[in-house]
């Protein structure tokens, strides 16, 4: 079982920026497409943004284009988020995710480990 942790959560102010990690044991980032999930209180887990194997196909939800950020360095076997422009709405806990293939998907069936979640607020 291949284990993702996700790390840089917090708080910040609106307008102000973040920048996740996950980090997975194996080669679960560096071997395949993966993607970054939301979920706020009461509300489905949204999907985020998601990238290829290579890192060289990016795709974001409309909610984050322009603002976030999603990157892959393989030799790490690590993906970051960078959160730009941060407002309210994406407060949520974020997870990261490994897709079952090479290619992004904004669909969470696609998607085979999840990491434990970390917690993003953003106060107005």
């Known amino acids: 079982q291949v284990q993702l942790v996700e790390s840089g959560g917090g708080c910040v102010q609106a307008g102000g920026s973040l920048s996740l990690s996950c980090t997975a044991s194996?080669?679960?980032?560096?071997?395949?497409?993966a993607g970054w999930f939301r979920q706020a209180p009461g509300k489905d887990r949204e999907f985020v943004a998601a990238i290829s194997l290579r890192g060289d196909f990016t795709y974001y939800s409309d909610s984050v284009k322009g603002r976030f950020t999603i990157s892959k360095y393989n030799a790490r076997n690590t993906m970051l988020l960078k959160m730009n422009s941060l407002k309210p709405d994406d407060t949520a806990v974020y997870y990261c995710?490994?897709?079952?293939?090479?290619?992004?998907?904004?669909?969470?069936?696609?998607?085979?480990?999840w990491g434990q979640g970390t917690q993003v607020t953003v106060s107005s």
């Open positions: 194996g080669r679960t980032i560096s071997s395949s497409a």
């Open positions: 995710a490994q897709s079952r293939g090479l290619m992004p998907t904004p669909h969470p069936t696609e998607y085979n480990t």
